[in-house]
């Protein structure tokens, strides 16, 4: 089996200075950077915005992977993907038109996922599983970083691993993930796992990617 994805969230880094919080993600051989970016409407904390994210990608060779916790992404969809996002992420709660959205990320010719907050079925997201790269599974709710892990989340992998049948989409799972709770999400079937507290607060980084991404 393939290693776990890490794919380290700056919410919780230094943005006085980005630049060297961002080598520490490099220095540490994650091979994703997860960028949080908030409405201040679909979740109650505002983050950034594509100037940042293109001023990244300037300095940067790691995998963007963009969390949109937008409402109605559609019209920021362009901004986003020309920034040089690799993947972008939305909610299916944003509305209006979640196939819509999602075929107009692809039309930029980059990955496109679907995520579901804390309250929000699998169920909801079947006819979407041959649409998209990746699955986000909230185990917090969307809006802040440092937040306390939901257990819940848990069965959410194992359902979209028992869905898979064959299907390449990527199940990844974020908030409130360490060293604590990696082992039973590698055994649900998780792809990918988001950590931004942990991550910064580790000691050793390198140590801690090796330990979150080996099965
Ligand atoms: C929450 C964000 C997460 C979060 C991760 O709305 O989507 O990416 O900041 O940070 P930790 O690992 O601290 O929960
Ligand atoms: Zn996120």
């Known amino acids: 089996m393939d290693k776990v ?30 960028l949080d ?23 940067c060779s790691l995998f963007l992977d963009v969390h949109l916790m ?3 992404p559609d019209h920021l969809i362009k901004a986003f993907a020309e920034a040089g996002s690799d993947s972008l992420t939305v909610h299916i709660e944003a509305g209006p038109d979640i196939v819509g959205t999602l075929k107009l990320i692809k039309s930029f010719g980059i990955q496109c996922g679907v995520s579901i907050k804390p309250a929000t079925p699998v169920s909801d997201i079947e006819p979407l599983l041959d649409l998209v790269d990746q699955v986000l599974v909230m185990s917090v709710e969307p809006g802040f970083g440092g937040q306390s892990f939901m257990p819940a989340s848990i069965d959410k992998v194992r359902e979209l691993a028992s869905l898979k049948r064959g299907r390449s989409y990527i199940i990844s799972i974020d908030g409130g993930i360490g060293l604590a709770n990696i ?33």
């Open 5 to 34: 994805i890490i794919s380290p969230s700056i919410m919780t880094a230094d943005f006085l200075n980005l630049g060297q919080e961002i080598k520490k993600v490099e220095d540490s051989k994650a091979p994703w950077l997860h």
């Open 70 to 72: 937008v409402e109605k």
């Open 183 to 215: 082992d039973v999400l590698k055994q649900a079937g998780v792809d990918a796992v988001v950590t931004g507290s942990s991550f910064f607060n580790s000691d050793d980084r390198s140590a801690f990617v090796n330990r979150m991404s080996s099965r």
């Open 37 to 59: 970016v908030m409405d201040g409407t679909f979740v109650p904390n505002i983050s950034f915005g594509p100037k940042v994210i293109s001023d990244i990608r300037r300095g």
